[in-house]
């Protein structure tokens, strides 16, 4: 009796060990990762049509479905939001136009609406892992974004390469192709200039928006936008690896950290890395260089089960110390936000860095979950905020 409990128990044990090392055989191949980091395959929208924008309780006409080509001609899905106060000033002839996909968007009202108005603001959307464009909290968060100029703020919100109706597969270099497509036609087909285009992004779409930003900072001229809203960043796919949770609880790679040369040794097989402490700290030394104004905010909530929310402190880190040309520890920064950080009790609490060029502020929120929090008001702040930096009229 005893025996046969041993064997049984040696043998589930085997099989554990043996289901674990195939995970983690499977995990070193590009394909799997890929569907782990950016799980295109888990669209949530299956039931509803993203060509009908209604059914996710939009207006009628208030959302524009329309697809951006790349430079690698993939094609992206894409919807236009209108924001409320605009589409009520227009409603009559909104209304009136055909609904459904737009294979010509310059030809639509809306358009004409976002590209005619000197005033108008756009803010360019990256989502997160999975779903779609409609999926989730993401279409409260639209409306957050421009709750505070219900007039003014449109939102283009697009599904990277591989997820929901676009093209190709998704891959570190593609995703950064894509948001660069999306950047050109924000600026070259609807002719904002980027002083009035903001990048809101979230979860692994604040990679997506640390690496065009860096690479947008760089070029010369360096094209810098009002603002750059990351919502729940992390650091790297290494570190983030080393702390995810599956729903929050069962740790996959996390036992591994124990033993840190199977775990550097795994690293390498990380295919796509998102270095993001590394490009934001390029991004904010290039625009301290070239006098160049921005204004980053990451916002991340402590009851983030996904993404713990101490990536942040280490991306703001990261910022911070790029625009500091000594640099700072991370502990000298502690101390400061020790005397400079601003409490706001069960809200949380508020860490501004400022230089002669630009704001760098860390918002940390006791709840939000890791999605909630994009319908939060304070996101609706940090978008007005970012904006009357740029140009104090626009809250007038
Ligand atoms: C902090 O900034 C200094 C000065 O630019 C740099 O030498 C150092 O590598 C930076 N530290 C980190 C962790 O990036």
Redesign the pocket.
Known sequence: MATSFFKYASISVALAVGLYATLLGLLTTSTFQSHVVYLHAIQMTWFKNLNIPETFGFLKNQVTPFSITTSDSERLYAWHILPIELYRKHELPLVAEPTGFVSDITSRLAFQLLRDDPDARLILHMHGAGGTVGSGYRVPNYRALSAGQPGRIHVLTFDYRGFGRSTGTPSESGLILDALAVVDWAMNVAGIPPSRILIFAQSMGTAVSIAVSQHLALQSPPVVFAGTILVAPFVDVATLVATYRVAGTVPILSPLTRIPLLFSYLQRFIRDKWLSKDNI?RYVRANEANGERYRLTIIHAEDDYDIPWHHTPTIFW?AV??S?????SYDDLALRKLESKVDLGAAGSVMEWRTDNGVIREEILKTGLHDVIMGYPVITMAVMRSFEAADPSFTC
């Open positions: 700290a990261h110390n790029a500091v040309s000594v640099g700072i």
